[in-house]
């Protein structure tokens, strides 16, 4: 498995205001890169959205809440298996957050997809951290 993860952010919201955001999986579509991801739809437990080259992309809520600092995410529709990690973890001042994904790449797949991968996840980590205010 290769785990690619954005650098952490600190936002001005304490955790369990922003996990409570992030529980709601439909709030995914304003933290997605609007120039790269089409035809967003979901509920609050799944979403599906086509990012750049067709591919449409699942996630499925695998837990009702979060278990500790993370909600999982898992993957389905992409030409590889993966899961998604939201964490989030209490700060001295609010929080701090994070998107960590594990991949099944092959060696081809992995050389074609981690660096739009990490820009995507980071992507995430940034709309977060603007949206909430950093610490």
């Keep these: 498995m290769t785990e690619i993860?954005?650098?952490?952010?600190?936002?001005?919201?304490?955790?369990?205001?922003?996990?409570?955001?992030?529980?709601?999986?439909?709030?995914?579509?304003?933290?997605?890169?609007a120039d790269k991801v089409k035809d967003f739809k979901g509920t609050a437990d799944e979403v599906s959205f086509k990012i750049q080259g067709g591919i449409e992309i699942r996630l499925t809520r695998t837990t009702e809440a979060f278990e500790g600092d993370s909600l999982r995410l898992q993957g389905g529709?992409?030409?590889?298996?993966?899961?998604?990690?939201?964490?989030?973890?209490?700060?001295?001042?609010?929080?701090?957050?994070?998107?960590?994904?594990?991949?099944?790449?092959?060696?081809?797949?992995?050389?074609?997809?981690?660096?739009?991968?990490?820009?995507?996840f980071q992507h995430i980590a940034e709309a977060v951290e603007a949206k909430f205010g950093a610490a």
Aim: net charge negative; aromatic share 4%; proline share 5%.
């Design 77 to 120: 529709g992409a030409p590889f298996t993966f899961h998604l990690d939201l964490k989030v973890v209490e700060a001295s001042i609010g929080a701090r957050a994070s998107v960590v994904c594990e991949a099944d790449l092959n060696p081809f797949l992995k050389m074609m997809a981690k660096k739009p991968l990490e820009a995507l």
């Design 5 to 33: 993860r954005s650098k952490e952010v600190h936002v001005g919201v304490d955790a369990g205001e922003l996990k409570a955001h992030l529980q709601n999986l439909e709030n995914l579509e304003g933290l997605l890169p």
